[in-house]
């Protein structure tokens, strides 16, 4: 199973996964470049869907689903099924909530795309107020292996690091980071985002101590988690 990762508007981005015969697009906003990148390799686009319900990544959907015949699966269909098969391999569907409720997350061997849950040195906005939901999203994202690849729903690379900088300003992964961040594709991988992400670094000594000296609540890991997504 591969993964090939798209750009539409200004940083949104989409994912085709694909076998030997078939394929999944995953957030259809560049409709023509995936079409056209299905017939190059003869795969057949055979289920549309999308990390989540926000505009940006629904857009491509209807254009796709017409050019392609494709059957759509909604994010509370793929919630209910748990993954998508494709020429015999599983793609695995998780159900992480927080950016919104309806948020997916899918696992294509060690690849993770993530949407608007998880992205390449930050996270979303938790505009589903439910940060309890996020905190598991997040402890479940970051229990993969350290060399998983993160594809998440847009590039906001060179924004995150620059945020990081403020809070961490001698933290010297932030220039290997940047070092390694190719804007033609965008990809981390999640020991990457344990060194530089202020989202999943909330354990760390440092993070932790920086908190506290705001006076805020950082005894268990729930709290850490709130205190970081809270105050930055
Ligand atoms: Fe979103």
Request: aromatic share 12%; charged share 20%.
């Amino acid at each position: 199973m591969e993964v090939q990762q798209f750009f539409y508007s200004s940083d949104n981005l989409g994912y085709l996964v694909y076998g030997t015969e078939h394929a999944v697009a995953i957030d259809p906003g560049a409709v023509d470049e995936m079409v056209a990148f299905a017939d190059a390799r003869g795969v057949t686009i055979e289920i549309v869907t999308n990390t989540h319900s926000h505009y940006d990544h629904v857009q491509g959907n209807k254009k796709m689903l017409k050019l392609t015949g494709a059957k759509f699966l909604d994010c509370r269909d793929l919630k209910a099924r748990g993954f998508i098969e494709i020429d015999k391999e599983r793609l695995l569907v998780f159900h992480t909530p927080g950016h919104m409720d309806d948020c997916l997350s899918f696992k294509a061997g060690h690849r993770l795309i993530t949407g608007d849950t998880l992205f390449n040195g930050t996270v979303g906005n938790c505009f589903s107020g439910d940060l309890e939901g996020f905190f598991r999203s997040i402890k479940l994202l970051t229990s993969f292996p350290g060399e998983s690849l993160i594809y998440a729903g847009h590039d906001y690379v060179r924004q995150s690091m620059a945020f990081a900088r403020t809070i961490e300003p001698d933290n010297p992964h932030i220039d290997d980071y940047l070092d390694n961040y190719d804007p033609g594709h965008v990809v981390s991988t999640l020991a990457d985002e344990f060194k530089v992400n202020p989202y999943v670094r909330f354990n760390h000594p440092f993070l932790v101590a920086a908190m506290a000296k705001q006076g805020l609540p950082v005894a268990t890991e729930y709290e850490r988690w709130c205190s970081v997504m809270e105050h930055y």
